[in-house]
């Protein structure tokens, strides 16, 4: 069966399939943890399987974890088109508050199966009084991902309506982890990135923007057009996005295997995060934003920051996809 529901780490799955294609999203934690390619033994996302007690307390270091309001916010207060957001401080250390409601709850399965293109699962939020975001994010909307793994590789949709009566921000990222090398069959130093970065953001000792730009160092300057290291130093690092060739994207590339790992995010992700865990040298994380750090803080034009606000009515769509293909010569 293309979508059937089963177990993963001791935890409820969807299990997709598709050619050689393979994927697992938990609902427990709305987190697509899995995508394998079986006839290759390659596995792209870091996974929890083996290690689902260190999942339980990070779930954001594994899988496509989902970020809403994504990063650091200042005190976890901020205000947008008059109303005032009071989010809980659950970094202590900054006194910020970090990464936003949807990554540690379960997400509703409510659709999967087979169509034409592949197979598919369909999870949604209907937030409104009573849910358990609504008492920090106080807005009825419906929050919607649909995975559809193909010949295409893996596609992402994502579908946000405002169903309130008042203007709602949209502020979304994923924390999406990588595997490097994501074969068995190499190694991290046969691996390289590219990264369709512009400039980036200088961060304060709280981890938060101060508004300026930081000079790219040699590293950071082959990631536009390829060949940067993504271990070659500790990174948390915060850029604009600036897309080539009408694509923002990640490409992994292993010289050795001759095969490059695309993930291809919408343009309205207008904002990079990159994480490498303190240059661990087995993942990194290119974190796609729609918005910058501490966007609302920011005095800076919305065009610049990318807070997105949805009128009542209103919806906002993305759509990304992460596939291989060989080196292109």
Known sequence: MPAVETTYGGERAIRLTHGPYEAYLLPGWGNLVALRDTARGFRFLREPEAEMDEFRKAPGRYGIPVLYPPNRYRDGEFT???RSYHLPVNEEATHNHL?????????????????????????????GEGHPVYAHWPHTFRFAIRYELSDAGLVQRVHIDNRGGEPMPVMLGFHTAVNVPFSEASSA????????IGERWELDERKLPTGRFQPLNGNEQKMPTGGADPFYEPMDNHYTARPRDGHNRMVLTDARLGLEFVYDVDLQYRHWMVW??????????????????????????QDVTGLIVLAPGESFSAQSRMYVEEVSQ
Do not use: K
């Open 189 to 196: 130093d046969a691996c390289s990135i590219q990264l369709t």
């Open 80 to 82: 947008i088109a008059g």
């Open 276 to 301: 490498n865990n303190n240059r661990s040298g087995t993942f990194f994380c290119p974190e796609p934003q729609t918005s910058m750090v501490n966007a609302p803080n920011m005095d800076l034009p």
């Open 99 to 127: 990464h936003g409601f949807f990554m540690r709850i379960e997400w509703p399965v409510v659709d999967m199966g087979e169509d034409e293109g592949g197979a598919y699962v369909e999870m949604a939020h209907e937030v």
